[in-house]
């Protein structure tokens, strides 16, 4: 019987351990089903975006995207370099020669009209930025409250299982009881007595 007493908290120690690790391996899944969900509409917004997408706008971003790359940039100090050296060497009659005002004057209008395009497509980038920021929280406020909710369904289990286990320990306690009156014959085990029930004296 002590073995079976011993078993029986152990078990349900067990099984309030084991209803844990599924909650939390359930907590968990939610987590990454939030991230999926997060990655797929990311991922349809950016399509429906660019399908959307006007061509001015197009324009703009593929301006931005070409100027702010490092192939741009090393193409155009190639060309300043020919540009510079065949007018410095007096080819083809130097048709820019020193300070280079033609020169001057073309990277002055690419400068007015490159910095339109960027603007715009910077312009569009913060507010798609603002939207993703917008829906980023929602989706985290939904997350937080399903794992505040499975947090408290987590806790009502706990204090059910330990309610349990005190109701198990409290029907072995009242079995110990019973077995005990019943080995001592139904007298206290605090009491020996005579055959007529009545105590001894110590001096008997």
Avoid at 61 to 80: C, H, N, P, Y
Avoid at 101 to 127: H, T, V
Avoid at 132 to 140: H, I, K, M, S, V
């Amino acid at each position: 019987m002590r073995q079976h007493g011993r078993a029986a908290p152990a078990s349900a120690a067990t099984l309030v351990r084991q209803e844990t690790e599924a909650a939390h391996a359930f907590e968990r899944r939610i987590l990454a089903r939030v991230r999926e969900k997060r990655l797929a509409r990311d991922a349809s917004r950016q399509q429906q975006r660019e399908d959307s997408l006007t061509l001015g706008q197009r324009i703009a971003d593929w301006v931005a995207e070409t100027m702010g790359s490092w192939g741009f940039i090393i193409v155009q100090s190639g060309f300043l370099i020919v540009w510079i050296a065949l007018n410095v060497a007096g080819w083809f009659n130097a048709w820019d020669p020193y300070p280079f005002i033609l020169l001057n004057l073309m990277l002055s209008f690419q400068a007015a009209y490159s910095a339109p395009f960027i603007m715009m497509s910077q312009n569009r980038q913060e507010a798609r930025d603002r939207e993703r920021a917008e829906l980023d929280l929602l989706t985290d406020l939904k997350a937080e409250t399903l794992i505040e909710e499975l947090h408290g369904n987590l806790e009502d289990l706990r204090l059910r299982r330990w309610a349990e286990l005190l109701e198990i320990q409290q029907r072995q306690i009242e079995l110990l009881s019973d077995l005990l009156e019943k080995a001592t014959g139904g007298r206290s085990p605090a009491t020996t007595g005579d055959a007529t029930g009545e105590p001894k004296s110590p001096g008997a």
